[in-house]
């Protein structure tokens, strides 16, 4: 089991986090507007893999309805579903739902019907993982990416070693960005309130922002800005589809099959890819760590370099605390503070943060969440 296989499966997560000091009167529960969506309050559940769908088709059943409905009934603000494949190509675990097929939309529907009948508002993480999967879950075709690189270590849950890729071709890379479109074309369809693109940790937009899995030479190859190419016509083309206020997009240093990597000027990169946001339109964002507090450069978390270039919405996310959480929001560093384990573990999350009660336990073994 590789070394981030096994920050996954950590066996238990015990939560001490204490009382919040203004209870219910935190900044935390207050009713927020962003992009498109009034929220319940300044939290978000973040994206994590259930694994709960049927492996041939796709589709999500019944228990999926209920555990999204659960917490939006809770009273969690924005709720980011686990990742939604755009292909079947895209599949690096088994039982992962799709958005691509008319099947997997219309079983979507059930979702946001309940999640809108409590209140909730919810976006569809819109996911292909690339070179991070093995063609016996990509049925038989090899594993896509910008080059014919293998990831080191296994596939999560399917014990068996990432197999070797191919390098996409031009016309792959032109049918891949109009699949992230017809899924977010389908995800409206389906009743969610816009999407989430999903261009972090490794999975296959990310593989061709980072130097070490992208050695192409065209023009989605070369330093960052031009490696950003394919991230820029993804959000582009789901941007003239659903709406910038119905656009988020994740991304991040870190890389599932590579949890110590950071960029050499961790500045001078989210500088870039901020850049390239703007370019495209781009007024949401969810930029992912593992440990929000960690400082990367100039005495800066990540968040705080983020905001230092970027004036929209900014999701924190990174084993936050309601502590953490409360300050970074106070002082203007996220506008929603994303939690995720103890979201699993705990249906009524904010109900047992404003009641200053103590959480359920995560235990891997238990509630078997993956983070995305």
């Known amino acids: ?111 946001t019907e309940a999640v809108h009948t409590e209140g909730g508002t919810i976006i569809a993480q819109l996911w292909h993982v690339g070179r991070l999967s093995h063609n016996d879950l990509t049925k038989g075709y090899p594993p896509q990416a910008p080059s014919a690189i293998a990831a080191e270590g296994n596939v999560p849950r399917f014990r068996k070693p990432y197999d070797t890729p191919e390098e996409m071709s031009l016309a792959d890379i032109e049918e891949l960005v109009g699949q992230y479109a017809q899924a977010a074309k389908n995800a409206m369809d389906a009743g969610f309130d816009g999407v989430e693109i999903h261009g972090a940790h490794g999975y296959l937009i990310d593989q061709f922002n980072s130097d070490f899995s992208n050695h192409r030479t065209d023009r989605y190859g070369g330093d960052l800005a031009q490696r950003l190419t394919l991230m820029k016509e993804i959000t582009k083309a789901v941007i003239d589809t659903v709406g910038t206020n119905r656009t988020m997009i994740r991304f991040s240093a ?92 705990n249906p009524d999350f904010i109900s047992r943060l404003k009641n200053g009660n103590d959480l359920e336990e995560y235990e891997a073994r238990k509630h078997l969440p993956v983070l995305v």
């Open 1 to 111: 089991m590789s070394q981030a296989t096994r920050g996954i499966y950590a066996a238990t997560e015990t939560y001490n986090w204490g009382k919040l000091k203004d209870g219910e009167n935190s900044k935390l529960f207050e009713p927020v507007e962003i992009g498109a969506w009034s929220l319940k309050t300044r939290t978000a559940m973040a994206p994590m893999t259930r694994c709960f769908a049927d492996d041939e088709t796709g589709v999500i059943g019944e228990d999926v309805v209920e555990y999204y409905r659960k917490r939006a009934a809770d009273g969690v603000g924005l709720i980011i579903t686990e990742g939604v494949l755009v292909s079947f190509r895209g599949k690096g675990n088994p039982k992962v739902p799709g958005i691509y097929t008319e099947e997997q939309t219309e079983a979507w529907k059930k979702v």
């Open 254 to 345: 870190h890389k599932s099959d590579a949890p110590t990597y950071m960029w050499e000027d961790p500045e001078r990169a989210i500088q870039t890819f901020v850049e390239a946001f703007k370019e495209v339109g781009a007024t949401l964002l969810h930029p992912s760590t593992m440990d929000f507090n960690r400082v990367i450069a100039d005495g800066k978390t990540m968040h705080q370099l983020v905001r230092k270039y970027w004036d929209g919405v900014i999701v924190g996310v990174g084993t936050l605390d309601p502590q953490s959480a409360e300050q970074a929001l106070v002082e203007g560093t996220i506008d929603v503070a994303a939690f995720g384990r103890p979201l699993v573990s």
